[in-house]
């Protein structure tokens, strides 16, 4: 089953059960997705999808910092809910001991070894993984393997 067909059905059950949070947050994901179908002229496949939630996912997850420092409890406590919601249409995220076999595995096939080399390996890395893996956990791993491969 298509993961926005998974969201249509989540969404039905939701407005059956009168789930007005589900449903607002829903409702606003499929509204991302169906503008990201705008742009770009086509359907979007699950990847795309995924990428589209991840987009999301990050918004919210900026959102609740604010609201943190905000003190807006009740804020906080909605963003964490929806943010929960979204995370069941994503992918479970890669360990990072399998990012780093990829930053090795690629690094020497790009010939990454300093910092200036970061954006050419994370590119290749991002590729390899996919919607696997997070941005921030690639660029962590990167970061490491390359400023250990400058200490050397």
Do not use: C, W
């Not at 990428?51 to 609740?64: C, H, N, R």
């Amino acid at each position: 089953m298509k993961l926005q067909d998974q969201i249509q059905d989540k969404l039905k059950a939701a407005m059956k059960l009168r789930d007005a949070d589900v449903v607002t947050t829903l409702r606003g994901v499929q509204a991302a997705i169906k503008n990201k179908a705008i742009d770009i002229g086509r359907d979007l496949e699950d990847s795309e999808v995924i990428d589209v939630l991840k987009t999301s996912s990050k918004q919210l997850a900026d959102a609740m910092e604010d609201f943190i420092k905000a003190e807006r409890t009740d804020l906080v406590d909605k963003s964490k809910k929806e943010l929960e919601l979204l995370k069941e249409f994503l992918p479970t995220p890669m360990e990072r001991a399998k990012i780093k076999e990829h930053v090795i595995k690629l690094a020497t096939e790009v010939g990454a070894t300093t910092m200036k080399d970061m954006g050419k390996l994370m590119g290749a890395v991002m590729k390899a993984v996919g919607a696997a893996a997070t941005g921030d956990d690639v660029r962590a791993e990167v970061e490491e393997y390359l400023k250990n491969g400058e200490k050397k």
